[in-house]
C-alpha cells in the first residue's frame, strides 16, 4: 500500500507562509464580501437607514422608543431590534464611510463560516470533504450577503452552535455561555429566535436517539448534561427580555411573521427561485444530503439531523433563510460525504484520492499561515483608503445615482421644499441618511413598524390605484420625490396641480401649485 507524503518533509518557514484551510475559507468570504461591496450597499435602501438611526442613537445617546424619523407616524411605539447592529454601523461608518461598512461585513461573514469550517472538522478530517463543504457553504449563502443586521445572526448562529456542540461532547459547564451569548444578539437582530429554535430542535435530537430509538452507536451524554442545557436555554430566553422594549421585542417579531400581508410583499420572504442560478448551490447541497442519506451506511445523529432538516424546510419557504440552513447543517453534510467516502474507499478512483487528500490533510494539519487573514484585512483598509475599488462593478462603495436620488437630494440641500414629502420606499433611509434633521419621511424600511395599513396606502398611492390621491391630502402631503419611471411620478407630473421643480434621469421632484 503506498504511503502518503510526510508533512515534516517540508521546510519549517513554509508552514508559517501558506495558510491553512480555516485561514483560506476566511479570505476567501472576507474578499467575496469586498467584490461584493457596491451589491450589497444599493440592494435596497436599508443600509442608509440602519446608518441613520445608529447615528441618532450616538448623537442623542438614547435609543429612539417612540417614532421620530416619519411625519406618518410621529410619536407613535417603536421597537428599536437593531439598535445595537445599527450602533455598530455607525460607528464604522464614521470610522470610513461606506468602505468601513463593507469591511465590517466582511470581518463578520468571514468569521462566521470560518466557525462553520470549524464544526465542520469535528466531523470529517478529509482535507477535499473539508474543502468542497466549506466552498460550498460560502457559495450557497453568498445570495444574502448584505450589509445589513442580519449578517451578526450568522455569526452568533456559528458561535451558538459551536457552544452547543460542545456541551455534547463533554464541556457541560459552557452552558453559561448560551444567555452570554444571547444578551448582544437579541439587541443586535431579531434572528435570535433561530438560536432558540436551534436549541430545541438538538435538544429533540438527543432524546429521539438517547431514549426513544435508542442505537448500539448512539454516544452517552456528558453526566449532568440536560441540567446544564436546560439551564442554559431557559436563562438564554429570560436574556431576551434585556432589551430596550422587552416583551414587546417577542411581539412585535411574531406579529409581523404572523402577517401574510407583510411577509408576501417581501422578496427576501418569498421562495427560492431555482430558474435563478444563485440558488444552484442551494440546490447542490440538498441533493448531496440526499445522495448521502440514501447511498450511506452511517446513520446520522439526529441532533444534527432536526435541526438541518427544519432549516432546510423554512429555507424552501423562505429564501432568506438559506444561509441559516447552511451554518447549520454544514457539518452534517461534512459527514455524510465522509461516510460515502469511506464506503467507496475500495475502488481505483477513491484510493487515489484518499492517498492525494491524505497527503494534503497533513499538511493542512501543519499549517501556521493565520497570519494571512490578518494581513489580507490590513492591505484591504490600505486599499480602499487610496481609492482602489474591489467591487465588480468598479464604482466604489458609493450609493449608486441611478438606483438612488443621490443628485436629487444634493439639489435639494440648497433648495428645501416646505410640507411633508410622499418618498419612495427603498429611498426614505437614504433621505433619512443625507439628513435625518430636516426630513420626515413619508415611508421607509421599517415596515415592521408602519404596520399594514400604511403599506397598503403606500401601495395604492405607488401604483395610483382609485383614490390614491385622497392618501395625499390625507397625510398632507406637499411634494414627491419620486422615481422618474413610476407611473405615479408621471401622473403628478402631468397634473394641473401639481409642478415639477427638479427632474434627473434617476429622480423626479413635484410640489403642489
Known amino acids: 500500500m503506498e504511503k502518503p507524503l510526510k508533512a515534516n518533509k517540508t521546510p519549517g518557514f513554509l508552514y508559517y507562509l501558506f495558510p491553512s484551510l480555516g485561514a483560506m475559507l476566511w479570505v476567501a468570504a472576507f474578499i467575496g464580501v469586498l467584490t461584493k461591496g457596491s451589491q450589497m450597499i444599493n440592494a435596497d435602501g436599508d443600509l442608509a437607514l440602519h446608518i441613520a438611526v445608529g447615528e441618532y442613537i450616538l448623537e442623542n445617546r438614547t435609543v429612539p422608543l417612540n417614532d421620530v424619523f416619519s411625519h406618518t407616524m410621529p410619536g407613535e411605539p417603536y421597537t428599536p431590534h437593531e439598535w445595537l447592529a445599527e450602533v455598530v454601523v455607525a460607528l464604522a461608518h464614521r470610522l470610513m464611510g461606506l468602505d468601513g461598512t463593507v469591511l465590517l461585513t466582511g470581518l463578520v461573514i468571514a468569521t462566521a463560516f470560518w466557525l462553520v469550517h470549524k464544526r465542520n472538522q469535528l466531523t470529517s478530517h478529509s482535507f477535499l470533504t473539508l474543502l468542497l463543504v466549506g466552498a460550498l457553504a460560502l457559495l450557497t449563502s453568498a445570495n444574502h450577503w448584505l450589509d445589513r443586521p442580519h449578517i451578526f445572526t450568522f455569526l452568533f448562529l456559528a458561535l451558538w452552535l459551536t457552544v452547543v456542540e460542545a456541551m455534547r461532547r463533554g464541556r457541560v459547564k459552557l452552558a453559561w455561555l448560551l444567555p452570554l451569548l444571547m444578551l448582544p444578539w437579541v439587541n443586535l437582530h431579531g434572528g435570535y429566535m433561530t438560536g432558540l429554535i436551534t436549541w430545541a430542535l438538538y435538544g429533540l435530537g438527543l432524546v429521539w436517539d438517547g431514549y426513544l430509538f435508542k442505537t448500539s452507536d448512539w454516544v452517552a451524554l456528558p453526566v449532568k448534561f440536560w441540567r446544564y442545557y436546560l439551564a442554559g436555554g431557559a436563562a438564554s430566553l429570560l436574556v431576551t427580555l434585556l432589551n430596550p422594549s422587552g416583551i414587546g421585542l417577542w411581539k412585535t417579531n411574531l406579529g409581523f411573521l404572523a402577517s401574510d400581508f407583510m411577509v408576501n410583499h417581501l422578496d427576501e420572504y418569498k421562495s427560492p427561485d431555482f430558474h435563478d442560478f444563485t440558488y444552484w448551490p442551494f440546490l447542490v447541497c440538498i441533493l448531496l444530503l440526499l445522495l448521502g442519506f440514501g447511498l450511506g451506511k452511517k446513520k446520522a445523529r439526529a441532533e444534527w439531523l432536526f435541526p438541518a432538516l427544519a432549516w432546510m424546510a423554512m429555507a424552501l419557504y423562505s429564501a432568506r433563510n438559506i444561509p441559516l440552513f447552511v451554518i447549520v447543517a454544514a457539518p452534517l453534510l ?27 490533510s497533513q499538511l493542512d494539519a501543519s499549517m501556521k499561515g493565520g497570519l494571512w487573514p490578518v494581513l489580507v484585512v490590513v492591505l484591504s483598509v490600505i486599499g480602499l483608503s487610496a481609492g482602489v475599488r474591489f467591487d465588480k462593478q468598479r464604482i466604489g462603495n458609493n450609493f ?114
Open 400 to 513: 449608486d445615482p441611478q438606483l438612488f436620488p443621490v443628485e436629487a437630494v444634493t439639489w435639494l440641500e440648497d433648495h428645501p421644499q416646505s410640507g411633508e414629502v410622499f418618498n419612495y420606499y427603498t429611498w426614505g433611509g437614504y433621505l433619512l441618511y443625507r439628513d435625518q434633521s430636516v426630513y420626515k419621511v413619508f415611508i421607509d424600511g421599517k415596515i415592521d413598524f408602519y404596520g399594514e395599513e400604511l403599506a397598503r396606502e403606500y401601495l395604492r398611492v405607488i401604483s395610483t390605484e382609485p383614490g390614491w390621491e385622497s392618501i395625499l391630502d390625507e397625510h398632507g402631503v406637499d411634494w414627491a420625490l419620486l422615481p422618474v419611471e413610476e407611473k405615479a411620478a408621471q401622473l403628478l407630473a402631468a397634473s394641473a396641480d401639481w409642478t415639477v421643480v427638479y427632474q434627473d434621469a434617476t429622480a423626479l421632484i413635484v410640489h403642489r401649485k
Open 334 to 360: 461534512a459527514l455524510t460525504l465522509q461516510d460515502l467516502i469511506t464506503q467507496y474507499s475500495e475502488t481505483k478512483l477513491v484510493r487515489w484520492l484518499t492517498r492525494v487528500d491524505g497527503n494534503f
